[in-house]
């Protein structure tokens, strides 16, 4: 076979029983012409690092370029990943998956050969290598970029090989989802390293603890979904008022989208109460009795109540996609953007314009949380999206635990993972055409309150990037599935009432078999022990943030008949509703689209201007400790560099918080010294 | 308080002057006597009043609510002041005192300082200049230093109106003398001599003592001499008395064309290497003198070209750089972005604002200036090659990049004295035009060009990027642009040393009794208390360790290695061509990655070899005590936001910014420094160095992101709070707790 380059022309030994470059044979590394002593020494280096049912599909040595140190080493491809690994470096046992080498394929987005000078070729399923390259090019979706060069002189061939195993097993796992029962020999250690442990909201127990830990006195745990014959993209357990009968909920749920009605996302301390809601099936027809039964579910107990309709002045699933993809063509590391038209096509993407409604409207949310006690239903159609954002978000900016680490944790599980929002479908891991990334854009603006309140987060950008990072590692059912339904199913205990484990039940029909009680938040599975010391924010100042800042004084839980006042939010204000259902009568507001009305010319001042009848930015503002209020101007809403920017190296030096760490290392260096010199003097 | 009148010390009883309003002693001596005066107007020494008007209202915010305070209006020939008719105005507050300028207040602008005037006329908005027919309802005022002042006149009895609209538009907008400048009359009025600051070294380069100085202290002494040709600006009024010219070079040659084309040297690089400035000769028709020039040239390009020198490569800045058009323009749309009128209009262009920011040019060419300095660094420090500026007269883009490099490569150029050294050598002594510039007489609006600014904002660049490089914080670069418009300081207020000398009366002593005496902006305590001065000092610089000179001599060695991107050797000139195979092979392994045809272009070795030089650099761990070079992609170069940001109140970021991460750093900083000096200790050495962290800043709860200007804007009235909200979320008195724990942060 000839393989001829303009100028150049290699002979590469075809191959005897394997023409496909053994893709199709497990063994194909016996069957590549590798030469005989290394190969012996190194397969079997090579191999140790395997997962089960991994087989390695080709290898070159090379170097990884772009990051500093360059790195000598192998470029290994097999059927579940690439993976660089270095010279002398050995997997540890712990961490089975490499957070920093590896490379799910489901992960890559674009890959490139390049020799010489100028030539580059941009390898695209099925397409052919048209010479050995000297290079390639790994653009991960994640924003990540591998860069590794190939030893020259007598290796050609494994360069070309390598490469061309990367395309097709990319090729050929598109449709494939996780790696295959990979984690089982290591559940029993991660699951007893998990510490404390993250709540992964799959038993009521679960749910009745985070519902104390809350406050939330009037609310109780609902079973009516434990079966997930109400609706398969709730959650099993979800908590209601306290004096609503599950026959009730069963009846009331049937008249929103996907039967999702309304149920507390959170309780603020003070009294307050969030929900969040789909939208109002518009075609049923409850009688008196429902209609009563639904307003009374969102009035929650109390006399007021704002209906928010989420997706107004937010942007579209579409539209958050399309300001994606922009945003990582311009972020490429070969972006044809100029340097001086840089901004203005930072601009156009439109995705910092998206991240700042977002957290306007969070912002606005959180004024309507705390400056009265109040309901406030989050109302999306489908609930499955900008409700998650929008809740969470809420959350982080009042409720200085949902800042800790664990806390982050535990909401992501209760307001994504288990509120049911479509990973998989986002993430355009499914043939339906929703791709949007919407749990990214939330990463992204939780990113910015910790660009814009340092120290009142105890989790550091390295932990969100290591999140980010962790959306298409096909390791844990955690972002692989669609609904909690799907996931239990998966997991094996879709039907079971008890946790009784029973091993033989999750055997999939494929033999995978993946342990339930993994879950992303199982770091130990990609990222070491010094990664993850990395995940705590040095500049945390748990003391700026009281435990709980208000008495948790609370009325008790009396239907106050009608409410005296229901508000729409909508255009940062709020306008009265007549009623809570659109169903009584045809002119309700809610059957009118709200895109109808015009922003109210106040609508310059803030939420919180209305609400508060002071300006939040003045001075020595008594706002109530622990809540935060982000600013969402222009020049304040920045670039994730170290997220987008990766593949470019001059990203890679840390500006400022380098500074932090590095004075932290000082200081534990000069404690440690300081140790070690206490005994001697004491000796002395 | 009205006691610490600036420069006037407390013990001499000041003579009573004509020309002050209110007489000196009722300003100095009687603090109870002004206690009990409604209205305390505080004048400096020499300060006239013009006019005034009462019950004006300033506008808190310029929002819905048109809310305000009544006061009165003032305008002397120094500031307009608004004096607020509330006694409990916030001007003895302890936190705002903290960061108080103690020349200008928070509601006083001096007459510099004015930007625009508008008036509102039927809630129309017009530019106001000259002589006016009509009276405007409310003027705005737009300040150099970024702020927007509102002030209602509807209750104003008409007359006063008239006089003071007209007073504030003639004494800001009128042409002006130079002898009329406040400059003058503070200066003869103030008697005492400013106490200098023993801890201030800032070199003047006033002395051929301080330029033979500067020369050994970059050791360029061996290639270069000061000479003192232009002793009494005899050969030129546009130099310095004393300057530094190649030893070669006879002194007779300097007064042949006033200076022009003769290389002046500005600073040696450690390699010998040294950068240098020429004013351009004037262009002539005339052939022979054409002859004359280009034979002068010819002997001066000779000298210079000549061992020991190294290759000199020469830099045309009037031709093919930035335009003075092109910066004036660029800054003129880039401020508008901040000069904001009410919220409204704010959130109109918040939508558009990276383009709005794009169009206006002005970090493009923050961007080409960084890159011109790092191009210069290059050549000096990986090619040994001189480099020549060439402008028309060597003190506008000269002095920019000038002192750009040096701040680039000479740490002690990092240091507050070395940088105020630097500003002196390369601004006032190069003959920058601050007088024209600045256009602080209002003479021609066309000679207006931020230059200086510019410089301020491509170092805040350097310093957002590498802040623990810099013993100076960015609120000293945002103080020191305010200083610019303050007219008691002499440093900015004069067109050249020459014009500076001849109007204070040192060029000739016997005429005038005594030369005036004038401030210098570098004794910041004029400006500043002590405490407040501590936030220019960046708490995470840590000076070099200082060695004695056996060590410091090995440790200079090693320490260039390390800096040293490029082999030395590989000079530009080299007749090796191996330059494909090899370099490009590196080059290539550089930068791919990015777009290869784009950047690979054999044919621009120039562009090439800064590539490499920038590309090297930063893929390596940098030295703070080294060279120092700033990235200059597209998302690298930012807004000042300090500067530009900190009068939108919609900018303020409660609790958060990058104070929040500094306090938390100062915290550990001074655990570190606890440890260290517990070692120390241990190991019986002397004790270790004591960084000063500004108290300031230590242990406070919830400074804003605006800090330390943000202090000086909050509003006099209590905030209002709807009760009915607020029972359930702790009592009123758990509020007001937390809000004295804030006022009383600052004494801790």
Known sequence: MWWGGRGHSFNIAPQKDNPELGLSAPKSIQGSGMPEPRRNQLGSCLTSGCLSGEQILAWAPGIRKGLEPELPGTLICTNLRVTFQPCGWQRSQDTPLSSEYDFALVNIGQIEAVSGLSRVQLLRPGSLLKFIPEEILIHGRDFRLLRVGFEAGGLKPQAFQVTMAIVKAKAQSSQGQQYAGIILSKAGQSSASRNPPIPLLETSEDWETERKKQGARDWRVSTVNERFDLATSLSRYFWVPKRTLDSEVRRTFGHFHQSRGPRLSWHHPAGSDLLRSGGFCTASDPNKEDIRAVESMLQAGHSDVVLVDTMDELPSLADVQLAHSKLRTLCQPDSSAAEDKWLSVLEGTRWLDYIRSCLRKASDITVLVTSRVRSVVLQEHSDRDFNGLLSSLVQLLSAPEARTLLGFQSLVQREWVAAGHPFLTRFGETTASEEAPVFLLFLDCVWQLLQQFPAEFEFSEFFLLALHDSVRVPDTLTFLRDTPWERGKQSGQSNSYTKVYTPGYCQLPAGDSINPQLSVWNWSLRYSNEQRLQFHNPGYDPESCPDSWLPRQQSSFTVPGPPSSVWLFSRGALTPLNQLCPWRDSSSMLAISSRWFPRPAISSESMADQEWGLPSHWGACPLPAGLLLPRCLGPQIKLWKRCYLRGRPEIQMGLLAPTISGLQDELAHLQELLRKWTPRINNS | ?748
Not at chain 2, 7 to 20: E, H, I, L, M
Not at chain 2, 335 to 363: G, H, M, R, V
Not at chain 2, 388 to 410: K, R, T
Request: hydrophobic share 35%; glycine share 4%.
């Open chain 2, 1 to 748: 308080m009205l006691g610490k009148g600036v420069g006037v010390g407390g013990t001499k009883a000041p003579k009573p002057s004509f020309v002050s309003y209110v007489r000196p002693e009722e300003i100095h001596t009687n603090n109870q006597e002004v206690a009990e005066k409604e209205v305390a107007l505080h004048l400096l020494p020499g300060e006239q009043l013009l006019c005034e008007a009462s019950t004006v209202l300033k506008y808190v915010q310029e929002d819905a609510c048109q809310h305000g305070i009544y006061g009165k209006l003032i305008c002397t020939d120094f500031k307009i002041a608004f004096l607020s008719d509330d006694d409990s105005t916030l001007d003895n507050d302890v936190c705002e005192t903290q960061f108080k300028n103690k020349v200008i207040g928070e509601n006083e602008i001096t007459l510099h300082c004015v930007d625009q005037i508008y008036g509102v006329f039927d809630e129309k908005k017009k530019t106001l200049f000259g002589q006016l027919k009509k009276y405007p309802e409310k003027l705005i005022i737009h300040c150099k230093d970024l702020r927007v002042f509102h002030f209602g006149l509807r209750y104003t009895k008409e007359e006063e109106v008239k006089r003071i609209v007209s007073g504030i538009i003639h004494h800001t907008q009128a042409p002006k003398l130079l002898k009329r400048l406040f400059l003058f009359s503070y200066a003869a009025t103030a008697q005492d001599k400013p106490v200098r600051d023993p801890q201030n070294h800032t070199v003047m380069f006033d002395t051929l003592q301080d330029w033979c100085w500067e020369l050994e202290r970059t050791r360029g002494n061996m290639k270069y001499k000061a000479v003192s040709v232009n002793k009494g600006y005899k050969v030129c009024e546009r130099l310095p008395a004393y300057f530094v010219i190649p030893i070669p070079l006879p002194e007779e040659e300097v007064p042949r064309f006033q200076g022009h084309g003769i290389p002046i040297w500005c600073w040696s690089c450690h390699n010998g290497c040294a950068l240098l400035k020429m004013s351009a000769l004037p262009k002539e028709q005339d052939d022979g003198i054409l002859q004359i020039q280009k034979s002068f040239l010819d002997g001066i390009y000779r000298i210079i070209h000549r061992p020991p020198y190294e290759n000199v490569k020469t830099e045309d800045l009037s031709s093919n750089f930035l335009s003075l058009q092109e910066i004036q323009s660029a800054y003129s749309k880039f401020k508008q972005l901040f000069l904001i009128d009410n919220s409204t209009e704010f959130w109109d262009t918040d939508i558009k604002w990276f383009s709005l920011l794009e169009s206006s040019s002005w970090l493009d060419i923050v961007r080409r200036c960084l890159k011109k300095a790092i191009e210069i660094a290059e050549c000096l420090e990986a090619q040994n090659m001189n480099i020549l500026l060439l402008e028309e007269n060597a003190s506008d883009l000269c002095c920019l990049l000038s002192s750009l490099v040096q701040v680039m490569m000479d740490p002690h150029c990092r240091t507050r004295v070395g940088f105020q050294s630097l500003v002196q050598k390369e601004w006032i002594m190069g003959g920058h035009c601050f007088l024209d510039r600045c256009n602080h007489l209002r003479q021609s609006d066309k000679e207006e060009v931020p230059m200086f600014l510019l410089f301020l904002d491509c170092v805040w660049q350097l310093m957002h990027q590498h802040p623990p490089a810099f013993e100076f914080t960015e609120t000293y670069l945002t103080v020191l642009s305010d200083s610019l418009y303050i007219p008691i300081f002499s440093t900015f207020f004069f067109n050249s040393p020459h014009q500076k000398d001849i109007n204070m009366g040192r060029e000739n002593l016997d005429i005038q009794s005594k030369p005036l005496n004038l401030l210098t902006v570098w004794d910041w305590s004029v400006q500043f208390e002590p405490k407040a001065q501590t936030l220019l000092q960046n708490p995470l610089y840590v000076a070099k360790p200082k060695l004695d000179r056996g060590q410091r001599k090995g440790s200079r060695c090693k320490h260039h290695q390390r800096q040293l991107s490029l082999p030395l050797t590989q000079s530009k000139s080299s007749p090796k061509r191996g330059f494909f195979r090899e370099e490009t092979d590196h080059l290539i392994k550089n930068l791919l990655g990015k777009r290869i045809s784009k950047l690979i272009n054999p044919s621009d070795e120039l562009q090439d070899s800064f590539r490499e030089f920038y590309d090297s650099w930063h893929s390596k761990p940098s030295d703070h005590h080294g060279l120092l070079l700033p990235r200059i992609e597209g998302p690298e170069v930012k807004v000042w936001a300090q500067r530009y940001l900190r009068w939108i109140p919609e900018a303020q970021i409660l609790g958060g910014g990058r104070v929040a991460t500094m306090s938390k750093l100062l915290e550990m900083m001074a655990e570190v420094q606890s440890l260290q000096e517990k070692i120390e200790e241990r190991n019986n050495s002397q004790g270790a160095l004591q960084a000063k962290a500004p108290s300031l800043l230590r242990n406070s709860a919830r400074l804003s992101s605006l800090f330390p200007f943000a202090l000086l804007q909050r509003h006099s009235s209590k905030p209002v709070l709807p009760t009915s909200g607020w029972k359930t979320l702790g009592d009123e008195e758990d509020l007001a707790k937390r809000e004295d724990e804030f006022v009383d942060l600052g004494d801790v």
